[in-house]
């Protein structure tokens, strides 16, 4: 944008107007150009929070899927079950959710960028309901298995559409706490799945599961389509009467559209890409290195075993020696999850991206090796002559529950963050597709060998190599992770673009900042017309 354009728009009202002092040390009066707007210039955050908890509840059946396995392998396992299964056959029970899901994930990158990320979350929920009723209907394993495969799909579908409704609705003072309610939304599915699991038999459950995607279906009719979105279509009377739904009528309305269609011009975001610019776009750098930051950080973060402990709950508590209840251990471990995901929503916030991974990194790591030393101490005591009845069997009940708040308050929460919040705009969609289908694919990886490694490496040595996993991974999130809170969206997109350095404000321009209460002045020399650095 050239200074006469901007100041042009700073004249009618449409970007908001700042004090500030450049280095040659002249006051002036300045546009906000990258638009963080001031408490006063703030939406109405309920309907933001209304709107981001709708776009969610469908995420609350990812965890539904991932806590399925949990208290069902130990029903179709007992002497009684209707459907009796293998070790082989409960290892696919498990893991065959993940299977469906990867390819959700691409079909729900093409689907949002093409018919928009309203209809991409419609669409999501059919595979969902269809899923738990096959389920609930089963007669033999083979049809478990095709609603395993099927609520994966959906699961698939609705993880990137989510996170990007989420991202694109809510101004960035809240982005980061609201894209944080799909990893609560999981957490909340886990909880209810262990709960009623203890008490209701896996068709039961199956049918009650079945509910949640209903109601994320009927109550999602009602939301609006994202600006940004329409914005890329060229329906700027469209994003309006959407920005109106979702800040209020007394909100600068024009500021922000304004804003959305200045920087979908300069990026080219309204011309629809053909196959080859697709193409070029996604391989651009812009793209491809916050696809590589990611894409290593699900990796990372799958294989510091939190859904082995996940779909392996029961099963895990059963075998640590521990003399609590399994099925009450399970429960408190999906309610400490819960918990903790909220205020690993409310810390991200305030503490922002790298220091809650590092958390969940270093302690990942301690609680792993520390479980799995003991898992090595207990099988000693057990082939000892004679048996030597174990000690501290609070110790690794500990450790478990250590190891998912710690992983709650950064792993689970921080890159589905960062999923709406590093990609550029016009593939946004699509390459949010891809990172989610890496993060299922890597899921269905971990669970499915951890029965392998448990007899290659036996479990003590499974868990030393996941601990050995999360500290190598927080070397990498050290040197490789940018911090993104408080950035909004072009900005984010701007630094991976290369149009600017860093993500980091200079000192003067903070001091500026702080004096102004502003959260993102740029500085307009008067003897140049252009924006200084």
Not at 96 to 104: E, M, Q, R, Y
Not at 301 to 325: C, K, L, P, W
Not at 332 to 349: E, H
């Amino acid at each position: 944008m050239t200074g006469k354009e901007t100041s042009a728009l700073v004249d009618k009202g449409a970007l908001p107007k700042i004090v500030a002092t450049n280095e040659k040390g002249v006051t002036m009066t300045l546009p906000n150009v990258e638009g963080q707007p001031s408490k006063s210039e703030r939406g109405k955050a309920l309907r933001q929070v209304i709107a981001a908890f709708v776009a969610n509840i469908g995420t609350i059946n990812t965890g539904l899927i991932f806590g399925f396995s949990a208290v069902v392998i130990p029903q179709l396992q007992a002497a009684d079950t209707l459907i009796p299964v293998d070790e082989s056959q409960s290892s696919w029970v498990a893991s065959l959710s993940a299977i469906g899901t990867p390819i959700g994930c691409l079909l729900s990158g093409y689907m949002m960028d093409t018919i928009g990320r309203k209809k991409a979350l419609l669409l999501t929920e059919i595979p969902l309901i269809i899923g738990w009723i096959v389920i609930a209907c089963a007669t033999n394993v083979d049809m478990i298995y095709a609603g395993r495969v099927l609520t994966g799909f959906g699961s698939g579908m609705v993880g990137a559409p989510a996170r990007v409704y989420t991202s694109e609705v809510t101004q960035p003072h809240l982005r980061g706490m609201l894209c944080a309610l799909a990893s609560t939304g999981i957490s909340l599915g886990v909880l209810l799945q262990y709960t009623l699991g203890a008490f209701t038999s896996w068709k039961t459950l199956s049918a009650i599961s079945a509910s949640v995607p209903v109601v994320a279906f009927v109550l999602m009719l009602f939301m609006p389509e994202t600006p940004n979105y329409l914005v890329t279509k060229n329906k700027p009377d469209q994003a309006m009467k959407s920005l109106a739904k979702l800040r209020g009528s007394t909100y600068n309305l024009e500021r922000e559209v304004t804003q959305l269609q200045t920087f979908a011009q300069k990026s080219n975001q309204k011309k629809k890409l053909t196959t080859k610019e697709t193409i070029q776009a996604l391989l651009h750098p812009s793209c491809l290195k916050p696809f590589g930051i990611l894409s290593l950080y699900f990796m990372m973060y799958q294989f510091s075993g939190v859904n082995t402990i996940t779909f392996y709950a029961v099963e895990i508590f059963r075998d640590s020696g521990t003399t609590m209840d399994k099925n009450t251990c399970t429960i408190m471990l999906g309610l400490v999850r819960f918990i903790f995901t909220i205020i690993a929503a409310i810390l991200l916030r305030r503490c922002g991206r790298r220091p809650l991974t590092f958390i969940s990194g270093i302690g990942c790591g301690v609680t792993m090796i520390g479980l799995g030393t003991y898992l090595y101490f207990k099988k000693s005591w057990e082939e000892a002559d004679p048996p030597i009845e174990p000690t501290a069997t609070w110790f690794p009940v500990a450790c478990i529950f250590i190891f998912t708040i710690t992983c709650t308050l950064g792993f689970l929460v921080v890159p589905w963050v960062m999923i709406g919040e590093l990609y550029p705009m016009k593939v946004r969609g699509i390459v949010g597709g891809f990172t989610t289908c890496m993060a299922h694919t890597c899921v269905f990886i971990v669970v499915k060998t951890y029965p392998v490694l448990a007899h290659l490496l036996e479990r003590h040595g499974a868990f030393i190599l996941y601990g050995c996993i999360s500290f190598v991974g927080t070397v990498f999130f050290y040197l490789c992770l940018p911090e993104t809170k408080g950035k909004t969206l072009q900005e984010i997109e701007d630094y991976f673009s290369g149009r600017t350095k860093t993500l980091k404000k200079s000192k003067q321009l903070e001091a500026t900042t702080a004096a102004n209460g502003n959260s993102k002045p740029q500085l307009l020399a008067p003897e140049k017309n252009k924006l200084l650095p």
